[in-house]
């Protein structure tokens, strides 16, 4: 799909704000897997992401039910098949987010498609996995 110049930077911009790239390790996955997610209070922002990379816009109130002074919150996800389609359409616009970005191309090198059907990583591949988890979990850490 063509996507003009003025949205792929718009959505750049809009990302690198509100946007994150994750890498992600959990004791029931413990092998690392990536999430792009876009968070916003007006759901009509999070539609042009939708409109040209598909996935579903989600309504989260649970900041409201721990502070009352906060409005709900609508989350587009990236959807697995377009991800790095997404970041690679707006990587030459991003400034804040850049280094993550190329992070999560490298991390998607690694990526097994159709994964389910048996395969699994190699011992290097999980570990660049690994790595590429740590150097990003330093960029994403609050304050920095």
Same mark, same amino acid.
């Given at each position: 799909? %063509?996507?003009?110049?003025?949205?792929?930077?718009?959505?750049?911009?809009?990302?690198?704000? $509100? &946007?994150?790239?994750?890498? #992600?390790?959990?004791?029931? !996955?413990?092998?690392?897997?990536?999430?792009?997610?876009?968070?916003? =209070?007006?759901?009509?922002?999070?539609?042009? @992401? !939708? %409109?040209? @990379? &598909? &996935?579903?816009?989600?309504? #989260?109130? *649970?900041?409201? #039910? #721990?502070?009352?002074?906060?409005?709900? $919150?609508?989350?587009?996800?990236?959807?697995?098949? $377009?991800?790095?389609? @997404? /970041?690679? =359409?707006? *990587?030459? @616009?991003?400034? /804040?987010?850049? =280094? !993550?970005? +190329?992070?999560?191309?490298?991390? !998607?090198?690694?990526?097994?498609? &159709?994964?389910?059907?048996?395969?699994?990583?190699?011992? $290097?591949?999980?570990?660049?996995?690994?790595? /590429?988890?740590?150097?990003?979990?330093?960029? +994403?850490?609050?304050?920095?």
């Amino acid at each position: 799909m %063509f996507i003009p110049l003025r949205d792929k930077a718009w959505m750049a911009g809009f990302f690198d704000g $509100e &946007g994150c790239i994750t890498i #992600r390790s959990t004791k029931k !996955q413990p092998t690392p897997s990536s999430l792009l997610t876009v968070c916003n =209070t007006k759901k009509e922002s999070l539609k042009v @992401f !939708q %409109f040209y @990379f &598909g &996935g579903k816009i989600l309504y #989260r109130d *649970l900041l409201n #039910r #721990r502070k009352q002074n906060k409005k709900p $919150e609508y989350r587009w996800n990236c959807p697995k098949r $377009e991800d790095v389609e @997404f /970041i690679k =359409t707006i *990587l030459p @616009f991003l400034v /804040i987010k850049r =280094t !993550q970005a +190329n992070l999560f191309l490298e991390f !998607q090198k690694t990526r097994i498609r &159709g994964s389910g059907n048996g395969n699994r990583l190699s011992k $290097e591949e999980l570990q660049i996995r690994k790595k /590429i988890y740590g150097r990003m979990k330093i960029l +994403n850490k609050k304050g920095i």
